[in-house]
């Protein structure tokens, strides 16, 4: 059996197991019926950071494997609770909502990376132009998630937010064909 394939196996058994739930212990994988609590936020904050009352830990995911000549992909966003964190003053449902669209945030560049990679034709052995076109996407979803805290001042301009959370909603509803299965 050649290597190849043992990935592929792998990863599909990685993912069978990742679909089974959309949390495990730790790990919150994004669905449209779960919204973050601050009981998901189980890391330490970190006081040294006088700007920051709460803090999200979210990314994108993705796994890859060869068949029939074709690079097949899986794309996940996620959050982590034990690195996720509040501080006592932002314990409000401004400042969760604020958390929440960090994370609504990852899921639309999970999406919009899904929907890229569907229009793609990544053959087995172009393995590094595959991870490099992720690449792009990840390094667009950090410069997004940054231009949010920047203009919403980390949620203190409310009415940016909410314009922000209008926008999300949409743009995720517009990708909705390309939400995970």
Not at 5 to 19: E, K
Not at 119 to 132: D, L, P
Not at 143 to 148: A, L
Request: glycine fraction near 4%.
């Amino acid at each position: 059996m050649n290597m190849q394939r043992i990935s592929l196996i792998v990863v599909g058994a990685l993912l069978l197991f990742m679909g089974t739930s959309s949390t495990t212990t730790d790990t919150i994988y994004w669905t449209e019926d779960y919204k973050l609590t601050w009981n998901d936020f189980k890391g330490q904050p970190d006081y040294n950071i006088k700007t920051i009352s709460a803090l999200s830990s979210s990314g994108l995911m993705h796994s890859k494997g060869c068949k029939d000549g074709i690079i097949k992909y899986e794309v996940l966003s996620y959050f982590e609770k034990r690195e996720s964190w509040v501080k006592a003053e932002a314990y409000t449902d401004h400042h969760l909502k604020h958390e929440q669209i960090h994370f609504d945030i990852t899921e639309l560049y999970a999406r919009k990376l899904r929907r890229a990679l569907s229009e793609q034709n990544f053959k087995c052995g172009q393995e590094e132009a595959f991870e490099y076109y992720v690449s792009q996407f990840i390094k667009d979803w950090h410069e997004v998630q940054h231009n949010y805290d920047s203009t919403s001042r980390h949620s203190i301009n409310r009415e940016v937010q909410a314009e922000w959370s209008q926008r999300i909603e949409i743009e995720l509803l517009l990708l909705d064909e390309y939400r995970s299965r």
